[in-house]
Nanobody, 125 residues
Framework: QVQLVESGGGSVQTGGSLRLSCVAS????????MAWLRQAQGKEREGVAA??????ATYYADSVKGLFTISQDKKTIYLQMNNLDPEDSGMYYC????????????????????WGQGTQVTVAS
């Protein structure tokens, strides 16, 4: 079992920044890909960014490239979000997958078997 606990969400104005954190515990050795996914109200959950735990390769959704940065420090995954837009609002989830991050498959929610409880991000216009 893997436990994931997110923090760092909140409300900001357009153009603001937030840093999300996800602390992993338990049997994390089989988690090859860690990711942040978000879900806006009425929309499907979508991949935002992912990091390969073995080599540190990073993957981003096109909409956040150059704005968001995912990183890892031991068992904590971070998501630095800059120049936030109201379109970035939603519940952000940290997730762990036994599969390797690969191509654009990392963005598929069904590849992740462990999820945190989510942290809300609200960007006001």
């Amino acid at each position: 079992q893997v436990q994931l606990v997110e923090s760092g969400g909140g409300s900001v104005q357009t153009g603001g920044s937030l840093r999300l954190s996800c602390v992993a515990s338990g049997s994390t050795g089989n988690s090859n890909c860690m990711a942040w996914l978000r879900q806006a109200q009425g929309k499907e959950r979508e991949g935002v960014a992912a990091i390969a735990t073995g080599g540190g390769a990073t993957y981003y959704a096109d909409s956040v490239k150059g704005l968001f940065t995912i990183s890892q420090d031991k068992k904590t995954i971070y998501l630095q979000m800059n120049n936030l837009d109201p379109e970035d609002s939603g519940m952000y989830y940290c997730a762990a997958s036994p599969y390797y991050c690969y191509g654009d498959r990392w963005a598929r929610a069904e590849r992740y078997n462990y999820w945190g409880q989510g942290t809300q991000v609200t960007v006001a216009s």
